[in-house]
């Protein structure tokens, strides 16, 4: 089991940038596959960015490819999302999550998750 805490958000203009954090708990969190979702207010959950347990593989939304990268520093039990070029759009709430065998781009498929950040670009 793991426990995730997202730390980063904040209020940011357009064309600015931020980087958020997701710490966990556990000894085995290089075992796990990692992801950032987010989650506007009358939205459905999506998938943002999403890293392999080896950090060998990343998959990235269309809507901030370029912008956004995702990485992992398995001493440090923390994975990161540096958000660069921000707009209005990607305002939400930003979710961690983790998962043992997924890896993919369904929110679904994974099994633990952090209490969210808040973000809010202003135009």
């Known amino acids: 089991q793991v426990q995730l805490v997202e730390s980063g958000g904040g209020l940011v203009q357009a064309g600015g940038s931020l980087r958020l954090s997701c710490a966990a708990s556990g000894r085995t969190f290089s075992n796990y596959n990692l992801g950032w979702f987010r989650q506007a207010p009358g939205k459905e959950r999506e998938s943002v960015a999403t890293i392999s347990w080896t950090g060998g593989r990343t998959i990235y939304a269309d809507s901030v490819k370029g912008r956004f990268t995702i990485s992992r520093d398995n001493a440090k039990n923390t994975v990161y999302l540096q958000m660069n070029s921000l707009k209005p759009e990607d305002t939400a709430v930003y979710y961690c999550?983790?998962?043992?065998?997924?890896?993919?781009?369904?929110?679904?498929?994974?099994?633990?998750w952090g209490q969210g950040t808040q973000v809010t670009v202003s135009s």
């Open positions: 999550a983790a998962d043992l065998r997924y890896s993919g781009s369904h929110y679904y498929e994974y099994d633990y």
